[in-house]
C-alpha cells in the first residue's frame, strides 16, 4: 500500500507517525487531511464557523453580520456541509446553520493558541536580535 507517493516500509515523515500506526489510523489521517483540512483552508470558511458557533443563523444573517455576498455564503456553506461540519435545520421556509459538532470550536481554539505563542516567540526573538526592548 502506498501513502502519498511513499511507499510503505520507506521511511516517512509524518508528525505523529509510527510504524506501529494502525491502517485505520492511516485512514483517520488521510480523511482528516483530504476533508476536514481543506475545509478549513480558506479564512471565510474559518469566519462562517466562528458566526454560527454560538447559535444557528441563516446564510442572510451570516452574509450580513461578515459583509460578504449570500452567494459566497451559500458556497462555503456548502463546503462546510458536504463535510460534516456544518448541519442544517429547516425552520418552516427558513433554514439555520449550526455547527454539526462544538468540539471544532475546541479544536480551532487550540490552533489559534498555538498560533499566538509562536507569533509571541518569533517577536521576541527578533526583539532580543536587534537590541530592542520593549517598555513593559
Do not use: F
Not at 521511511?11 to 483540512?37: F, H, K, R, Y
Not at 441563516?58 to 456553506?77: F, K, N, Y
Not at 425552520?91 to 487550540?110: C, I, N, T, W
Request: with cysteine; charged share 25%.
Amino acid at each position: 500500500m502506498d501513502y502519498q507517493g511513499v511507499r510503505c516500509g520507506s521511511p516517512v515523515l509524518v508528525v505523529g507517525w509510527n510504524a506501529s500506526m494502525e491502517q485505520d489510523s492511516m485512514q483517520e489521517v488521510t480523511i482528516l487531511s483530504g476533508q476536514v483540512c481543506h475545509a478549513l483552508a480558506d479564512p471565510t470558511r474559518l469566519m462562517i464557523l466562528y458566526a454560527i458557533a454560538g447559535e444557528s443563523k441563516r446564510v442572510g444573517d451570516i452574509a450580513d453580520e461578515l459583509c460578504i455576498p449570500q452567494t459566497t455564503v451559500s458556497r462555503h456553506l456548502k463546503v462546510l456541509r458536504d463535510r460534516y461540519l456544518v448541519a442544517l435545520e429547516r425552520q418552516g421556509q427558513e433554514v439555520h446553520y449550526s455547527l454539526a459538532d462544538a468540539r471544532l470550536m475546541e479544536a480551532l481554539e487550540l490552533l489559534r493558541a498555538m498560533l499566538r505563542d509562536r507569533i509571541l516567540a518569533q517577536s521576541q526573538a527578533v526583539q532580543g536580535d536587534t537590541g530592542y526592548m520593549s517598555a513593559d
